[in-house]
């Protein structure tokens, strides 16, 4: 089966504090895309990142990391020193190999209080 | 910003009637999708397109159908319109798929609303 668990459906964190978006993908094929999505109040879908199965590799990007591990077919997503602004649902999505189609998780709601 | 275009942005029909979504995208990607996003459920793909005139479909088909006779125009139809496709639906454009293709961009949404 091919899916995506996103297992937290709503995560309250107080403001600076670091917070960690969980995301389990099942999938038999051996090359497959990660991607991470936000969609903020606006209600926009905002492409955050996108990771192949060849490259285990943590990355950084500013406050944003992301944690890649094939052995518990696991791509969480870390949120340091959080802000208000980086309330929004987040979603975690699987393309396997040929596939023209995405699988998305049902997302996580993520509310920064101030 | 990909170029994206969803016509109307909102709307409210009554039970029955035809509705058609209108996607525009400026980018000449090849492939194009429709999603809808209804509360604990997510995204789910209704229907996608991968050329003019070659659609296939997405996990929740039924009562909707797809034609896309250019690049840049994929319409979504709702042949007849029930209260339970009320929903928030997104157009998506990729390039295609594999490395470096993969990415959807996404429309910013028409809200439906079928009384």
């Known amino acids: 089966a091919q899916k995506v668990t996103q297992a937290q459906t709503e995560i309250s964190v107080v403001e600076k504090e670091d917070v960690t978006l969980d995301c389990v993908y099942e999938?038999?094929?051996?090359?497959?895309?990660l991607f991470w999505y936000k969609q903020p109040p606006s209600g926009e879908l905002v492409f955050l990142i996108r990771r192949n199965s060849f490259d285990e590799q943590n990355e950084i990007s500013g406050r944003y990391s992301w944690n890649f591990q094939k052995s518990t077919s696991s791509f969480n997503f870390t949120i340091t020193a959080s802000q208000v602004v980086d309330s929004a649902v987040y979603f975690c999505a699987l393309n396997p190999n040929r596939d023209d189609k995405i699988i998305f998780g049902k997302g996580t709601r993520l509310h920064i209080l101030p | 910003d990909a170029g994206i275009t969803q016509s109307p942005r909102h709307k409210v029909t009554e039970t029955g009637t035809p509705v058609t979504l209108r996607c525009h995208q400026t980018e000449n990607h090849r492939y194009m999708y429709w999603y809808r996003q209804d509360p604990g459920h997510g995204l789910r793909l209704i229907h996608y397109s991968y050329g003019v005139k070659d659609t296939d479909k997405g996990e929740v088909s039924d009562g909707y159908s797809v034609s896309r006779s250019k690049t840049e125009d994929f319409l979504l139809t709702l042949e007849s319109a029930t209260s339970s496709q009320t929903s928030v639906y997104f157009c998506?454009?990729?390039?295609?798929?594999?490395?470096?293709?993969?990415?959807?961009?996404f429309g910013a949404g028409t809200r439906l609303s079928v009384l």
């Open positions: 999938t038999r094929d051996t090359t497959y895309y």
């Open positions: 998506a454009i990729s390039e295609g798929s594999g490395v470096g293709k993969n990415i959807q961009y």
